[in-house]
Every structure is written in C-alpha cells, then in structure tokens.
C-alpha cells in the first residue's frame, strides 16, 4: 500500500482524533509492515511513552479495511480515562457498511455470542445461548438502520454497543447480508459492486465523554472511493 499523510480531525492535550485510510493496519505482527501506530510515533513521539509499543497511546482499533475513526491518547491518564469510557460502553461509535442483498428487517439489534472460528483462526463465528461449545465466548451486541436500498444492496448504519474483534462483519454474516467487497466474511459466488476492491466499512462518528467533563463528537464523511462505488448502484424507491 502507497503511504499516505494520515488525516487529523482532531487535537488537543489529552486527544488525537484522525482518520484512518483503509489497507493500513492499526497494529501488525508483522515487524516489517508498516502500520498506523507506527506513523503516529514518528510524527507525534510523545505517544511512545503512552501504553505499550506497538499500541501507544491507540485506544481501540479498526480492521485493516476498515477506514475511519481513530482515538488516541496522548498521555497516559488520558489513556485510562477513554479506556474507561469503552469498557462501561459509554463511547457511542457509527458505522457506514454497505451489505449484500435486502434486510429482513429495516431495523433491529444482532444480540449473540461471538468466538473463533474452530475451522478458520482468521475469523470469528457467532454462537447462540444453549448451543454446545459456547463456554468463553463473549457477548456481542450489533444495532442497524437501513438508510437506502440499491439493486442487490442496502445501504446500513451500524452501531455497535460492544466491540469485539470482526463483530460487525460477522454480525452481518450471521444475517444471511454480509459486507459488500469483505473476502473473508463472504458467501460462495458472492456478488461485489464495481469498483469496490475493499469492505465497504466505514467508522463515521464517536460520541465520548472528554477529561474536562463535555461530551464531544467527531465525524468522518465516506470516502471518496466509496461514494463513487454508491453512485454506480442502481436505487430502490422502497427500502
């Protein structure tokens, strides 16, 4: 992937607010790849000393393909305070996905179990209450709205109340509608708009509570790429 200059939404002394592009890893295994921690170091040292490396001072993460929204603290009580606000779910996150096919529902709350896939380690697979082999796997919970119908796709905003890892396109998967270009939550001969060579996943807003005790909120329009993708579909008068 071409590096790119990293887009900064936001900045104060306690928050780093950017926009993530796709097909850059927040974090990676793999020492000799370049990821979004690494290129918030060398511009913003500072955030080394915030968390542990390779993470610093990065509060929750995106997936490789998934563009938008990223927090980071840039010391370390700021660190614990927005950490804070994630685990008791208070942090208010929105997401853009375009999904294969038509909702049964306009609207509705994806509630399930979610673990790894015993036959694939890359993915995650939800389970049910009840069913076998579900001791350890965590609760997740997925809210969404259809906003507009195309041919073959609806157009959704998705607002997880949890954040495990994969959850919104195992979630959509899971529906029988799964994240339109995604290649690893995916059925057979699933159909991709053209021009689409990512998962149309987009982090759009975060709402949070700030240190001085004011709630703010940011935002991350769509992508020039993928609006081009929506402008091709053909649209639907009735969701």
């Known amino acids: 992937m071409q590096e790119k200059e990293i887009e900064v939404i936001y900045e104060d002394e ?22 979004l921690g690494d290129l918030l170091a060398e511009k913003y040292p500072e955030i080394k000393r915030v968390g ?14 998934t563009s938008g929204i990223i927090l980071v603290a840039k010391n ?33 709350e994806i509630r399930t179990l979610i673990g790894r896939n015993p036959k694939n380690r890359l993915k995650q697979k939800v389970y049910l209450p009840g069913e076998p082999k579900t001791e350890g796997k965590r609760l997740a919970v997925t809210y969404y709205k259809a906003i507009k119908k195309f041919r073959d796709y609806t157009l959704v905003e998705v607002i997880p109340e949890t954040g495990r890892k994969h959850q919104i396109r ?15 939550y995916r059925f057979k001969n699933q159909p991709c708009p053209e ?3 990512r998962q149309f996943l987009h982090a759009y807003y975060v ?4 240190p001085n005790g004011k709630e703010k909120e940011f ?14 579909l053909i649209p639907q008068k009735e969701l």
């Open 14 to 35: 306690n928050l780093l607010v950017v926009d993530k592009p796709p097909g850059l890893p927040v974090i990676s295994r793999n020492r000799a790849e370049r990821t």
């Open 52 to 65: 542990k490396p390779p993470r610093y001072g990065i509060i929750h993460r995106l997936d490789r393909d």
């Open 76 to 108: 370390k009580e700021a660190l614990i305070f927005f950490q804070k606000q994630f685990r008791d779910k208070k942090v208010i996150k929105k997401y853009f996905a375009l999904v294969v096919g038509s909702l049964k529902q306009k609207e509705g």
């Open 170 to 184: 195992c979630h959509f998967l899971y529906l029988g509608n799964p994240i339109a270009g995604d290649k690893l």
């Open 195 to 197: 021009g689409l060579n």
């Open 207 to 210: 709402k949070l509570q700030m």
């Open 219 to 232: 935002k991350s329009d769509l992508p020039k790429e993928l609006k081009v993708v929506l402008s091709k």
